[in-house]
């Protein structure tokens, strides 16, 4: 909402933003998504279970909750880790297998939701993470609702297809060549010897992520005020005297009550 | 300039991290999982520890440059003296 619609009670925008095209726009994706999401669990062969990840998305989308995709993938990776295909033989592992059809589209259903429920916040409540110490929804935190375009949305559902096909290339680069060696080789693929492979990848991610944070931090630290320096100094000189400073105004606060006792006539 | 003597501090150690996450990656490629957690905390430590004296050192070298341009002549009158 712009600070012209706060102005003008007669803009579009300015009443109830539930009924603007955009709100129901993403809406209507996530809806999509999760209608997805249902029909490929089902397509594996979870009964009523395969409910489940899109009831807890449709609640949280009426709510407009910010935990609703992470809580849709966590029932979601509890029910396919429940999931073993019949016939299946001893050693057999989701890496192991090849996606195929149904698991893209689940791909794009996850993520057309994750996407959609996140856009919906951003128009809805907040793009950036509110601040803990402020109460409430800050409209001018939203994204005006006036920038959203007709063909964005269209533009979120080409690009998901976009974004599982290069998922699904390099778990096929990575996985596929690795896996059937493992197992022709060595029969049964014990999870210790994929999972270091995995782990330093991950590791490598994170360290890697690390770097750039403190190139970024760096710059940002260079550039601040003196009076934000300043601050910084002050409070951490705060925080590194906390129990001394406590103790020295403890012992002031009872010097100064007792000689208020010894004032006062008793 | 004592400043920067901290400043440099904290970017050794900060390397110092960066050589720990390197060493739990080949650890972990070797299929080392017990060793690497202790290489791993101790990198994550040192890393905490240089980020802190980095920003305290950038800080305070902001504050004393400000302060220098506030109250130039002090550092004139004593040079003179």
């Known amino acids: 909402m712009t600070n012209a619609d706060l102005r003008n009670p007669l803009s579009p925008t300015a009443g109830d933003p539930q009924s603007h095209p955009a709100i129901r726009n993403y809406t209507l994706f996530c809806l999509v998504a999760l209608f997805l999401l249902v029909v490929c669990l089902a397509n594996r062969g979870f009964e009523w279970w395969c409910l489940l990840p899109a009831l807890i998305g449709c609640l949280t989308l009426l709510t407009h909750w910010s935990y609703g995709p992470p809580l849709v993938l966590l029932s979601l990776v509890g029910l396919l880790g429940m999931y073993k295909p019949r016939g299946s033989y001893v050693g057999w592992s989701p890496h192991l297998e090849k996606p195929g059809f149904m698991d893209l589209i689940l791909c794009v259903a996850v993520l057309g939701y994750i996407v959609g429920h996140y856009r919906l916040l951003s128009l809805m409540r907040n793009i950036f993470p509110a601040d803990p110490r402020w109460r409430g929804v800050d409209p001018s935190q939203r994204r005006s609702l006036d920038l959203v375009k007709g063909w964005e949305v269209v533009l979120v559902g080409l690009s998901l297809p976009l974004w599982t096909g290069l998922a699904w290339a390099i778990w096929v680069v990575k996985m596929t060549d690795f896996a059937p060696f493992q197992v022709t080789q060595l029969g049964i693929v014990p999870p210790w010897d994929v999972l270091p492979s995995e782990l330093g990848l991950v590791w490598a991610g994170l360290a890697l992520l690390a770097a750039a944070g403190v190139a970024v931090s760096y710059m940002r630290w260079t550039t601040a005020t003196p009076e934000e320096s300043l601050l910084y100094l002050q409070d951490r000189c705060w925080r590194m005297t906390r129990r001394e400073q406590g103790l020295l105004n403890r012992w002031l606060m009872w010097t100064r009550l007792r000689a208020q006792r010894r004032k006062v006539p008793s | ?81």
């Open chain 2, 1 to 81: 300039m004592k400043y920067w003597w901290r400043e440099l501090s904290g970017w050794l150690l900060i390397g110092l991290s960066m050589l720990g996450f390197v060493t739990v990656y080949e650890l972990g490629m070797g299929h080392y999982l017990a060793e690497m957690w202790v290489i791993a905390v101790i990198s994550l430590v040192v890393f905490w520890g240089g980020i802190q004296l980095l920003k305290v050192a950038i800080a305070a070298r902001i504050c004393q440059q400000a302060q220098d341009g506030l109250y130039p002549s002090k550092k004139i009158d004593k040079r003179t003296r």
